[in-house]
Every structure is written in structure tokens, then in C-alpha cells.
């Protein structure tokens, strides 16, 4: 069974631009979760897709926006990146909500210059 | 609010010594309680779980941990480490609701030959 998949795995964007990221979650999960991870914030929740449906965000702010598609698959996208947007951002799928066990994709690092 | 509190940075134990990381929550009531490792450039990999019932809990690569609710702590141990369980651990919470994972901060492993 294949596991999560995050692409690309690495991206270098320049301030200003924006950038989608794009997670494939395990067949058969419907959950989807976004983390961002820096050494000085270290591991933050951004927001969680179910069944297409946003159910919670974390506090980032707007330029941060997510959706899932019908087959579970999920992107999210930055807008006007900034140099503190530069970081690992991590997609962990589930099988349901609530947090049941997730799995974590391998991560896209951003890089912005 | 929840949190977690890994007390430990870093940690140095040599190879075949055993070993605990500590981890603390706040949270109020029983909260889900996970253990995750990440090796470098990687995503994380659940170590293992605490949902209900038992209390020491088992999972892969030889590690267990051991929920308290009394001291609000959920500790990895291993009996005796191997160099490749160098990396980084993570203790993270769920609350059961859409809010997804509080993580700490990590703790980094060193093992010395």
C-alpha cells in the first residue's frame, strides 16, 4: 500500500510569488491534514480536509489556504510568500477524523529567497 | 489550551544503554498521546499510540511508552538503542476534536558509539 505523497519534494520561490503544494494521501483515507515546520516554531497545524471540507485551521494567516479534491487529494497554496514562509511543510493523512493514527508524507521543502 | 513539553533537547546515550524521552501535556481531560520519530530531510514515523485502556503502550522498533495520567506524562523508553535510532522524537497530542496535532518540541537523539 502505497503511502503519503507530497510533491514536489523541494521548491525555491522568490518573495512575492505564490506556491501550491500538492499531498496524495494513503488509498482509502479521507482525512487530510497540513503541518508547517521550522527550527524556531517547530511543528504547527495548519488545517485539516475532510471529504472536502475544511474542518479547522490553525493560526496562519489567510495568505495560507488548503482545499481536497473528491478523491481525497489535497493542495495547499501560499499566496505573496514571505522569507519567513521558507520551512518543511508536512501532509499526514487518516482514515477518519478525530485524529486517529495519521501518516505523514516525506514533505516539500519551501525555500523562499 | 493544550500543549506539550518535551524537557530534553537534546539527549546523548551511548549505544546499547537504554533510554527515556520525556514527554508532558496539559490537556483537560484524556487526551490521544503519540510518539513520532523523523530522521533527517524525512517525514515523521509513528512510534506509537495511546488512545484508552492500557497503559504501557508498545510499538515498533522496540520502543514503548507509558502513559501517567497523575504526572500528565507519556515517556518513550527502549531497553537499548542501536546508532540508527539517532533522529528526532515527537511527542504530540490530539484532543479529540478538529484541532489536529499539538506537537512538542522535539528531542534530539545522539547515540555515541
Known amino acids: 500500500k502505497a503511502g503519503v505523497t507530497q510533491t514536489p519534494r523541494y521548491l525555491i520561490k522568490t518573495r512575492g510569488q505564490q506556491v501550491t503544494l500538492s499531498c496524495s494521501p494513503i488509498?482509502?483515507?479521507?482525512?487530510v491534514s497540513w503541518y508547517q515546520q521550522t527550527p524556531g516554531q517547530g511543528l504547527q497545524f495548519l488545517f485539516e480536509y475532510f471529504s472536502e471540507t475544511q474542518r479547522n485551521k490553525g493560526n496562519f494567516p489567510g495568505r495560507f489556504s488548503g482545499r481536497q479534491f473528491s478523491n481525497s487529494r489535497s493542495e495547499m497554496n501560499v499566496s505573496t510568500l514571505e522569507l519567513g514562509d521558507s520551512a518543511l511543510y508536512l501532509c499526514?493523512?487518516?482514515?477518519?477524523?478525530?485524529?486517529?493514527?495519521?501518516?505523514f508524507g516525506q514533505g516539500t521543502r519551501l525555500t523562499v529567497v | 489550551a493544550q500543549s506539550v513539553t518535551q524537557p530534553d533537547i537534546h539527549i546523548t546515550v551511548s549505544e546499547g544503554a537504554s533510554l527515556e524521552l520525556r514527554c508532558n501535556y496539559s490537556?483537560?481531560?484524556?487526551?490521544?498521546l503519540f510518539w513520532y520519530v523523523q530522521s533527517p530531510g524525512q517525514g515523521l514515523q509513528l512510534l506509537l499510540k495511546?488512545?484508552?485502556?492500557?497503559?504501557l503502550v508498545q510499538g515498533i522498533k522496540g520502543f514503548e511508552a507509558e502513559f501517567k495520567r497523575s504526572q500528565s506524562s507519556f515517556n518513550l523508553r527502549k531497553p537499548s538503542v542501536h546508532w540508527s535510532d539517532a533522529a528526532e522524537y515527537f511527542c504530540a497530542l490530539a484532543g479529540g476534536g478538529a484541532d489536529g496535532l499539538t506537537f512538542g518540541k522535539g528531542t534530539h537523539l545522539i547515540i555515541q558509539p
Open positions: 495511546y488512545f484508552s485502556g492500557d497503559t
Open positions: 488509498s482509502g483515507h479521507r482525512s
Open positions: 490537556y483537560g481531560a484524556t487526551p490521544y
Open positions: 499526514a493523512s487518516s482514515w477518519g477524523v478525530e485524529n486517529t493514527e495519521a501518516f
